[in-house]
């Protein structure tokens, strides 16, 4: 039997890679100093919980393949990003870091034509200078982003049903807005975290 464990996670600045110095000025005039300080702490403790839940379930993580959404590629290259971006911050990279170093394989989940043509919407929408610009930006996002998301969902449930061996488990590390689950194949058996 083949298993899943779903984990929705939702998206820091430093996930964000090249944008992120953007999108946290942004973020954090929209929301106002207090109210992103305690969205930072909320963060933390979401991914403090995710961390125990997981050492809970005492997983042989010589059998556990991870999943993490905006990974294009595994082996040398895929260590490079996950290492990156645990050293930007990221609570999700550096918890894959160590489930890594327990002995998990990390796996290339996303197809990167589709990452960076996403990529490029949303650094046009925090690095516009006017509201003018935001706004057409934001349009334009808008038109493609659920085309962009059904895409990405169903090459990730593509990517998981191709590389997901019997015996093992999967952990997907995956954004709120995506839904994966509808496409992934009916023998293998999902459950949802936290």
Not at 105 to 131: M, N
Request: charged share 35%; with cysteine; glycine share 6%.
């Amino acid at each position: 039997m083949r298993k899943l464990i779903y984990i929705p996670i939702v998206h820091t600045p430093e996930d964000m890679g090249s944008v992120r110095e953007s999108l946290e000025r942004v973020s954090a005039a929209k929301l106002g100093k207090q109210r992103w300080i305690e969205n930072v702490q909320r963060v933390e403790r979401f991914w403090n919980e995710v961390e125990h839940e997981l050492d809970a379930l005492c997983l042989d993580y010589s059998r556990v393949r991870i999943y993490q959404d905006g990974l294009p590629c595994s082996g040398e290259l895929g260590m490079k990003i996950v290492n990156s971006v645990a050293d930007a911050g990221s609570k999700n990279f550096q918890l894959l870091r160590k489930l890594i170093s327990r002995g998990a394989t990390p796996e290339a989940t996303e197809d990167s034509d589709l990452l960076k043509r996403e990529h490029e919407h949303i650094k046009a929408i925090v690095e516009a200078r006017t509201g003018e610009e935001r706004a057409e930006a934001e349009h334009r996002y808008n038109q493609v982003k659920d085309k962009l998301l059904e895409a990405r969902d169903a090459f990730i449930s593509r990517r998981i049903g191709n590389t997901l061996k019997d015996g093992e488990t999967g952990l997907l590390f995956i954004g709120a807005d995506h839904d994966v689950r509808l496409r992934l194949p009916p023998d293998i058996l999902v459950k949802s975290l936290p």
